[in-house]
C-alpha cells in the first residue's frame, strides 16, 4: 500500500474536497476560477494544465544582487476523491528546458498513479516561464561559441551565480513548502537527475523517494574528463554488433568495422551537401570530429546504433550517402535549440550558467579567462601526454572538434570569473551526506551519455539505492520514447510502494534490429528466403529484401522525428501521422538503392505490435509489383513475411525482421 502523508494541511484537505465535486449548490454552479492550496493561490492556466501559480522569490536570497524572480509552477490535483496520499514531482533535463515543455511525457508516466496522487511541475529559474534567460548572440547564433559563452556571462554580471542547480532547488522546496504538499516522490531525468541529487543533499526533510532515470554522479575521480564517456560509447556499437547475427559474422567488433571510415576521413576531409529530414540541404565538411559527434552524441539515438556500422562500411567500399545522412541528422539532432530558437522552450543562456558555474572543469574557473584559456592548454597537453586515449578511437583534438556542449571541456574557457561582489553560492550546504531515502537509479544499457556506469556512481552515493540497467536501451528510460515500458513500470511501481518488484523486464528488452548492409543496386542485396508456394526467382527476392530495408529505413526516420514529411535515402518522399496505434506512413517512389523505387502505405505501432504494409515496387529492370509485409515489433529473433506478386510470379516469403 502507498504510505499517506499526514503532513497535509487543512488549506489542502478544503482543495481536495472541492476538486473530489463538492460544490456549490446548482443555482451557483460555475467553474471555480481559483483555487486555494496551502497558503498560495492558483488560477486557471493559459497551457493545458488545470491549475497554475508562481512564487516570488528573492533572485540572490542574501540581498547582495537585488530584485525578484517569479517562478512558474503547474498543479495538476489527483483525480479520485478524498485527500491525496503523495505528490509526484518531475525536473527536466538540459540543462535549459522548462519541466512544462515535457508536461505531456511526465503525465503520461505517472497516469496511473493519478487516482491519489498529485502532480507538481515546475519551470527552474531562467528556463521557460520562469523568467527565461535570453543570452544574444548565444540564444541564435549558427554554431555554440567559447566567444559567445563568455559573452553571456558577462552580461549576467553578479547575478550570473543565481541561475545555478542550488537555488533551483531552493525554490522548489518553498513551492512545496507553500503549498504544504509534504514530503514529495521527485522524478529527474538526465541533468534532472543532477538537479535532483542537489535537491536531496540541500532539502533531504522533503524527499520520501527519489528517482534518477540517466543518472551521472555529481564529483567523482577525472570528472572534468568524463572519463566513462568514450568507454561507454565504444560499449554501446560493439554490444549492438555483438547482438545482431550480420553484424556478428564479420570479423572484428564494430568499432574495427567503423575504423576504415575514420581513416579516410582522417586522410582526406571534404565537403559535403546532403538531403535529410524534411528535404532540407546541409552543408557540412565531412570529417573525423563529424563522426566523432555521430558516436558520441547519441541523437538520432536508436538510427546512430542501428546504421552506422553498415553506413561506415558503405563509405570504405566508395558508396557515401548513408554515412553523410547520418552526419546531418546527428548536426541537426545534437542542437537543443527548436527552430524558433524561443528560449522559453530552451535557454542556452541557462544551460551555460549552469555548466559552467556547478560541475568542475578542467581548468580553474576563479582565474580570469585570459589566465583560463593558458591554463586549458596546458592541461590539454598534458592530458595528450598522460592518456592520449582517453577518446578513442577519436583523438582528443578530433573529440574537441565537436560541438562545445557535446566535448564539454572547452565550453567554459572564457566564462567570466565570478564579479567583484557577486554572490558566492555553494551547489552543496557544507558537510551534507546524502539522505537515506529510498532511491531508484536507472540506466540505459546502450546509453553513453549518461553511462552505467556513471549511473553506478550515483547509486553508490545513497544508503538505500537500487541501480537497475534496462537492455539495449539507450537515454531515458522511462518516458514514453524509451525502447520499452519497462522503466515506466518499474518507476511507478517504485514512486507507489518503495520498491521495484520483479524487475525482469529490464533484461527483455530485444536487441536493436542493425542494418545488415547498405546496398546502391538489388544485385548486391542477399534473397528473401522462399517458402513454399514462391515462384518468384533470387533476383526478385533481392527485391523482396530492398522492400523491406526500404521500410526499415523509413520507420526508423519516423521513430526519431515523428508526426511529418521526409526524404527517402536515395529519392523520393514520404509522410507520417499519428494513427489509433501508432503511425501511418505513406510512401511515394522512395530509393534505398538506386534501381529499386517503393511506394504504398506502412501501419507501425511503434515499439510493440506487428507492422503491416502494403507496397508497390517498381526497378529499373522493369520488375513490377505489389507486396503485402509484416512483422512483429519488440521481439528478438523476429521473422517478417512476404507475400504478393513481382511480375507474373507470385511471392511467398520470409526474412529477418529489418
Known amino acids: 500500500m502507498p504510505s499517506v502523508d499526514c503532513n497535509i494541511s487543512p488549506a489542502r484537505l478544503l482543495s481536495a474536497v472541492l476538486l473530489a465535486g463538492i460544490s456549490a449548490p446548482a443555482s451557483d454552479a460555475r467553474p471555480i476560477a481559483a483555487l486555494q ?13 488545470p491549475w497554475c501559480g508562481s512564487l516570488s ?33 518531475a525536473t527536466e533535463g538540459g540543462p535549459g528546458y522548462p519541466a512544462t515543455g515535457s508536461r505531456s511525457e ?47 556571462g558577462r552580461s549576467l554580471g553578479r547575478a550570473a551565480p543565481l541561475y545555478s542547480t542550488a537555488l533551483a532547488t531552493d525554490d522548489l522546496a518553498a513551492i512545496v513548502e507553500a503549498l504544504s504538499l509534504g514530503r514529495i516522490d521527485l522524478y529527474g531525468d538526465s541533468y534532472g537527475s543532477y538537479f535532483a541529487q542537489v535537491f ?54 564494430s568499432l574495427e568495422h567503423i575504423a576504415p571510415a575514420l581513416e579516410l576521413l582522417r586522410a582526406g576531409p571534404f565537403g559535403a551537401e546532403v538531403r535529410y529530414g524534411r528535404g532540407r540541404f546541409m552543408r557540412f565538411t565531412a570529417e573525423a570530429g563529424e563522426l566523432a559527434i555521430v558516436m558520441f552524441g547519441g541523437a538520432p539515438a536508436q538510427a546512430s546504433v542501428r546504421e ?121 550546504p557544507a558537510g551534507a551526506r546524502y539522505p537515506d531515502v529510498p532511491v531508484l537509479v536507472i540506466s540505459g544499457e546502450l546509453d553513453n551519455m549518461t553511462s552505467p556506469a556513471d549511473g553506478a556512481a550515483a547509486a553508490a552515493r545513497f544508503p538505500r539505492a537500487r ?57 548486391e542485396l542477399p534473397a528473401a528466403r522462399a517458402l513454399a508456394g514462391n515462384a518468384a526467382g533470387e533476383d526478385q527476392l533481392r527485391a523482396v529484401s530492398a522492400a523491406l530495408l526500404t521500410s526499415a529505413d523509413v520507420i526508423a526516420r519516423a521513430e526519431e522525428n515523428g508526426a511529418g514529411a521526409g526524404v527517402g535515402l536515395r529519392g523520393g518522399t514520404f509522410t507520417v501521422r499519428e494513427a489509433p496505434h501508432g503511425y501511418r506512413l505513406s510512401l511515394r517512389e522512395v530509393r534505398w538503392t538506386e534501381d529499386a523505387a517503393v511506394s504504398g502505405r506502412i501501419d507501425w505501432p511503434r515499439r510493440s505490435g506487428v507492422v503491416h504494409a502494403d ?24 521473422t517478417a513475411t512476404v507475400r504478393g506478386r513481382l511480375g507474373s510470379n507470385s511471392v511467398v516469403a520470409d526474412a529477418p525482421a529489418p
Open 37 to 49: 492550496v496551502g497558503r498560495l493561490t492558483l488560477h486557471r492556466c493559459e497551457t493545458r494544465a
Open 57 to 89: 522569490r528573492r533572485l540572490d536570497p542574501g540581498g547582495a544582487v537585488p530584485g525578484s524572480i517569479s517562478v512558474y509552477f503547474e498543479y495538476y490535483p489527483h483525480t479520485g476523491g478524498g485527500a491525496a496520499t503523495g505528490t509526484l514531482v
Open 106 to 152: 511526465y503525465l503520461a508516466l505517472f497516469a496511473p498513479l493519478r487516482a491519489n496522487h498529485d502532480v507538481l511541475l515546475m519551470d527552474n529559474r531562467g528556463t521557460g516561464r520562469s523568467a527565461a534567460l535570453d543570452c544574444e548572440p548565444l540564444q541564435t547564433a549558427a554554431v555554440l561559441t567559447e566567444a559567445n559563452v563568455g559573452g553571456c
Open 200 to 253: 536531496a543533499l540541500r532539502h533531504p526533510q522533503r524527499l520520501r523517494s527519489l528517482v534518477l532515470d540517466g543518472a551521472y554522479p555529481l564529483d567523482g575521480p577525472d570528472y572534468p574528463w568524463y572519463p566513462n564517456y568514450a568507454p561507454a560509447m565504444r560499449d554501446k556499437f560493439n554490444r549492438a554488433c555483438e547482438r545482431a547475427p550480420a553484424c556478428r559474422a564479420i570479423a572484428g567488433s
Open 308 to 428: 552506422l556500422d553498415a553506413a561506415a562500411r558503405a563509405f570504405s567500399d566508395g558508396d557515401r550517402l548513408p554515412l553523410l545522412r547520418l552526419m546531418a541528422e546527428t548536426l541537426a539532432s545534437v542542437d537543443s535549440r527548436d527552430s524558433t530558437r524561443s528560449p522559453r522552450r530552451f535557454s542556452a543562456g541557462l544551460a551555460a550558467a549552469v555548466f559552467c558555474q556547478d560541475p568542475p572543469q578542467i581548468f580553474d574557473m576563479s582565474l580570469a579567462p585570459a589566465e583560463r584559456l593558458i591554463a586549458r592548454d596546458v592541461q590539454i597537453s598534458k592530458r595528450k601526454a598522460e592518456a592520449p586515449d582517453t577518446y578513442a578511437p577519436f583523438t582528443i583534438d578530433e573529440y574537441r572538434s565537436m560541438p562545445l556542449d557535446y566535448a564539454f571541456i572547452d565550453e567554459c574557457v572564457q566564462w567570466p570569473a565570478a564579479a567583484s561582489g557577486a554572490p558566492a553560492v555553494r551547489l552543496l
Open 467 to 523: 541501480h537497475v540497467v534496462i537492455a539495449n536501451s539507450f537515454h531515458v528510460n522511462a518516458l514514453p520514447h524509451a525502447r520499452s515500458d519497462c522503466g515506466a513500470i518499474l518507476v511507478r511501481r517504485f514512486m507507489e510502494r518503495l520498491e521495484t518488484g520483479d524487475e525482469g523486464c529490464a533484461a527483455a528488452v530485444p536487441a536493436v534490429r542493425l542494418v545488415p548492409r547498405f546496398a546502391r543496386h538489388l544485385r
Open 615 to 638: 507496397l508497390e515496387l517498381w526497378t529499373s529492370q522493369g520488375l513490377r509489383g505489389a507486396l503485402q509485409l509484416q512483422w512483429p515489433e519488440g521481439v528478438n529473433g523476429a
